[in-house]
């Protein structure tokens, strides 16, 4: 069982840059995929990026180019690097392993 807690968000401009942070508890967490979802308000849930255990990445839509995900097995931590972001990025951005969500950290991005 993994426990998930995000960290990291918060009020930024837009162009402005974020690193939103999921320190994990639990055992086997270099065993895990991992990944950031996020929710827009009226949206559904939708991936952002993920982390395999062996560090291969995959960015979806608009998170290309701009987001980086990375992983310190050492620290039992993956990490959601953002940047020039737009408003249409706000939202809670969530931490996953295997079926274990985090509670969610809320982004958004306004002038």
């Known amino acids: 069982q993994l426990q998930l807690v995000e960290s990291g968000g918060g009020l930024v401009q837009p162009g402005g840059s974020l690193t939103l942070s999921c320190r994990a508890s639990?055992?086997?967490?270099?065993?895990?995929?991992m990944a950031w979802f996020r929710q827009a308000p009226g949206k559904q849930r939708e991936l952002v990026a993920s982390?395999?255990?062996?560090?291969?990445?995959n960015y979806v839509g608009s998170a290309k180019g701009r987001f980086t995900i990375s992983r310190e097995n050492a620290n039992n931590t993956v990490t959601l690097q953002m940047s020039n972001l737009k408003p249409d990025d706000t939202a809670v951005y969530y931490c996953?392993?295997?079926?274990?969500w985090g509670q969610g950290t809320q982004v958004t991005v306004s002038s």
């Open positions: 996953r392993g295997a079926i274990y």
């Open positions: 639990g055992p086997y967490f270099a065993r895990y995929a």
């Open positions: 982390i395999t255990e062996t560090g291969r990445t």
